[in-house]
Nanobody, 116 residues
Framework: QVQLVESGGCLVQPGGSLRLSCAAS????????MSWYRQAPGKERELVAR????????NYANSVKGRFTISRDNAKAMMYLQMNSLKPEDTAVYYC?????????WGQGTQVTVSS
């Protein structure tokens, strides 16, 4: 059974930094691209960043380019999202995502709130 567990969300002030983690299990982590999504209240879920199997290729939403960095550690089956220069509009529930065996798998999400 595929399992994705996010952690690291919390309340942070504007301009602050935060690192989210996603622990993966139940599949061969190194064989699959991974993504971070987020969903703000009243808005649709949106793609934040995606990383290739070996981590050599990454893609970001325009709204986070230059501020967020996605990475992965295949030996530990972990994915990360380093978020810098956080803005109030980054407030959302952040989800870890993997497309495995023709199924979209999601974690339970971790809340990030950017507020003074």
């Amino acid at each position: 059974q595929v399992q994705l567990v996010e952690s690291g969300g919390c309340l942070v002030q504007p301009g602050g930094s935060l690192r989210l983690s996603c622990a993966a299990s139940g599949f061969t982590f190194s064989s699959y691209a991974m993504s971070w999504y987020r969903q703000a209240p009243g808005k649709e879920r949106e793609l934040v960043a995606r990383i290739s199997t070996a981590g050599g290729s990454t893609n970001y939403a325009n709204s986070v380019k230059g501020r967020f960095t996605i990475s992965r550690d295949n030996a530990k089956a972990m994915m990360y999202l380093q978020m810098n220069s956080l803005k109030p509009e980054d407030t959302a529930v952040y989800y870890c995502n993997a497309w495995v065996r023709s199924t979209d798998w999601w974690g339970q999400g971790t809340q990030v709130t950017v507020s003074s």
